[in-house]
């Protein structure tokens, strides 16, 4: 048999359903005793077997703004105004509605970087 080229494998590839992607997958994980989510992540990133996975927590949170607190309102329209893009009556409607998203399905670590900028104007937060 001869050999394929990577680019005669790509392009067969391209041309399989997703089933049949699936299927090969499967295949290949069988014939050579490997798991395509520790080859994708690759060697650097796979737990050892004894060690216990770790719950990290939620990979996405929403901001919800919940009140004014000792805030003025003016620099709390204007930070989720700078957060979220919207415009300036936009962000006043936001704040206004309280308590309302600010911002969703975003990480953890954004959600406390905005978090920081919204209490520092005064407002009250929480992280969902």
């Known amino acids: 048999m001869a050999k394929l ?3 005669e494998i790509i392009a067969s590839l391209k041309e399989m359903t997703i089933i049949e ?3 090969l997958v499967k295949a290949v994980e069988a014939e050579f005793g490997v798991t395509a989510a520790v080859a994708a992540a690759g060697p650097a990133a796979a737990p050892a077997e004894d060690e216990a996975p ?3 927590g939620p990979s996405e949170v929403s901001l919800i703004l919940k009140g004014l607190g000792t805030g003025s309102k003016v620099a709390i329209i204007k930070a989720v105004q700078a957060i979220t893009g919207l415009g300036l009556m936009d962000a006043k409607k ?3 509605a309280c308590p309302a998203p600010v911002k969703e399905h975003i990480s953890p670590v954004e959600a406390e970087e905005h978090k920081k900028a919204l209490v520092a104007a005064g407002a009250e937060v929480e992280i969902k």
């Open 5 to 7: 080229t990577n680019e």
């Open 21 to 23: 992607l699936s299927e």
């Open 54 to 56: 770790v719950d990290k």
């Open 94 to 96: 936001l704040v206004d």
